[in-house]
């Protein structure tokens, strides 16, 4: 009886007014981005010249920072929509909330997961990585990074309604990325050495699918609980 | 119950920080009719008004739509209600258009055209604007339009005239009167007078805070 959108429709105008909110507000979602480079950089200068232990932990370095880089930017998915008053009217829309929070999410994956993806091989190339990690590395950082949104999305719904959500939304979301990193990680340093890395990229393809297919929920039950 | 009526509460019961609101809450909306909730500050009006839309979970009793509990309809529930809140609901870095389109992705799209839903709340040359730039009054304003750019039956509406201009608070008082006559129902709260010439208006009073 209703003329309403399609639920595809629906889902894409919110993935592209997010995009727009954050072409508006480049400063801010620049920030992560310019964090991952920073910090990266620092290793080389603080290491001295040691060029073989550069390129055996730069996995390492390269994940961590992209873990901060990614909590830096998670409150960013529901903050301003909560402040305005925009969330109420999420929640209050004819559509599934769970697809309407997976669109935000992919909006802020292609914000911020997407250009680490774009820097990181020329950070790569400047710690000296092998070339033969390299094709892994953006492997590792295209699945994994998209489970870092959907996993912070989590902790995001649940802790935007406090005041100073800050502390516990780190506690609460980091444990939850160590696997990613575990595993990330050791598919980058067994393709250095020339092993086979095809378990742990199954393993985030796991990982992936899992929060894919229960993130959404869970956040939409999670922003329910806050707005009310 | 007669089976024109939209909206009904039985023995509805708020507890907030353990404060009891307001208990054993009953009233039934028949479509054309307005609910004018009244009472001081702190009394429940607001948390009311959440209740109603489904955003908050009513502590105790149950809210209906056409005889259906809302919590089973969801969508569909969601569908009938336009809720403008305290906030604005409004994003400052988009303009006033693409706050209006988002809005009717987000709900059931009205036949009206935008452009024209912008010229009767005196928005029209701000169409392009970034709403930053924009007044508290027209922003408000905007808000209010939504329940214009989207059909729905049951406008819920917290304080509405909050920032209005004099003039601005007559022209919405007429939407309210429109949107009436045509079958729909509203619920509001405001401290303003709220004077239409519709005789369908029930008053509720919350009483004083506990």
Redesign the interface.
Known sequence: MSNRLSLGQAFIFLLRRDMLLALRNRAEYAMPLLFFVLVITMFPLALGAQPELLARIAPGIIWVAALLAAMLSLDSIFRSDFDDGSLEQILLSAHPVAILVLAKVCAHWLVTGLPLLIVAPLLAEMLGMSTAAQPTLLLTILIGTPILSLIGAIGVALTVGLRKGGIILSLLVLPLYVPVLIFAASAIDNAAMGFEVSAQIYMLLAFLLLSVSLSPWATAAALRMSAS | MSTSTLLETRDLGCIRNDRQLFEHLEFALEAGEMLVVEGPNGCGKTSLL?IL?????ADKGDILWRGEPIDRLA??Y??Q?N?V??????????SCL?NL?????????SQRDLDDVLEQVNLYAYGESVVGSLSAGQKRRLALA?LLAT?SLLWILDEPFTSLDKASMEMFAALFEQHLQREGVIVVTSHHDISLPTLAIQRLNLGQPA
């Open positions: 959440r839309t489904g955003l908050r979970l969508g569909d969601y569908e209600v809720y809140g305290h906030h604005d609901g409004i994003k400052h870095e988009l693409e389109r988002l809005a009717r992705a987000m709900g059931v799209p939504r059909d």
